[in-house]
């Protein structure tokens, strides 16, 4: 299958798990940039405003939502409309939205020729504010990531930073995370070089996380834990994380994080 056919088919199996949410997602663009630093591979995180209603506070990538703008040459009307447009359009409207909102946020112009499509994140059904979020990954130079500029406004600091220390930073409470931004970190810490993991997710078909999240009932020896279970976890289909099986899914207790994998290597 060719890398467009393998695009369009991710995008139409995100189109069939949110068939009935079209009406209440948001189309959004994320882009995971790295670069290759004299200590090894690095992601830039933004820190967005802790006053900012949406994951105010959190350390993110660059993205946002897609605007009306960003779509070629169709006439949009809704957001429905927006949600509901074929592969061909969304997926290039993502594209420009990925490069304007890293512009905007970080100062720096990224290809959008060179942008990988890496994975697609559709936020469970308990989130207010449900986003439908294409992510990519591009790689760019030192010179080029030494130039990064925010704004002050909606992001308050950034940083360059290798996966093992942006892990160590949820780990002791020094950073806080949201769930796609600790899968995909945790994905990069068994890559030593940029150039090996733009070849990986080249590869790689892009994978859909829909999640179905289990709440740990109170008097349970898990009390406390929710389980972000996905497409491929042996539980996915029952929201039961006891069921034996491939895993695939996020575990979080008292604010720390485990991702566990073993069905995408």
């Not at 160590?168 to 949201?178: G, I, W």
């Amino acid at each position: 299958m060719s890398r467009v056919n393998e695009t369009h088919s991710s995008y139409f199996l995100r189109f069939d798990c949110m068939a009935n949410d079209l009406d209440t997602l948001l189309p959004a663009a994320t882009v995971v940039l790295i670069r290759q630093s004299n200590s090894g591979l690095q992601t830039l995180l933004l820190r967005r405003n802790s006053a900012l209603r949406f994951a105010g506070g959190n350390w993110v990538f660059p993205g946002g939502r897609i605007d009306e703008g960003d779509y070629p040459d169709i006439t949009v009307t809704s957001d429905f409309e927006i949600s509901s447009q074929r592969p061909e359009g969304e997926f290039a409207a993502a594209k420009v939205a990925a490069v304007r909102e890293t512009y905007e946020e970080t100062g720096l112009t990224i290809d959008a020729d060179q942008l990988v499509y890496l994975a697609h994140w559709v936020a469970p059904p308990l989130m207010k504010k449900r986003f439908s979020t294409w992510f990519f990954i591009v790689k760019v130079s030192e010179a080029v990531a030494d130039q990064v500029e925010i704004d002050g406004g909606e992001i308050h600091e950034s940083q360059w930073l290798s996966p093992t220390e942006a892990l160590a930073s949820v780990e002791d409470k020094s950073m806080a995370l949201l769930p796609p931004t600790i899968v995909t970190v945790t994905e990069l810490v068994r890559f030593d070089d940029v150039d090996s993991v733009i070849r990986y997710y080249h590869d790689r078909p892009p994978v859909v996380f829909y999640p179905r999240v289990h709440v740990a009932e109170a008097d349970s020896p898990s009390a406390g834990q929710f389980t972000f279970l996905y497409q491929g976890d042996a539980g996915y289909q029952d929201t039961n994380p006891e069921v034996q099986g491939p895993r695939h899914r996020l575990n979080s207790k008292e604010g720390l994080w485990r991702y566990e994998n073993t069905v995408y290597e």
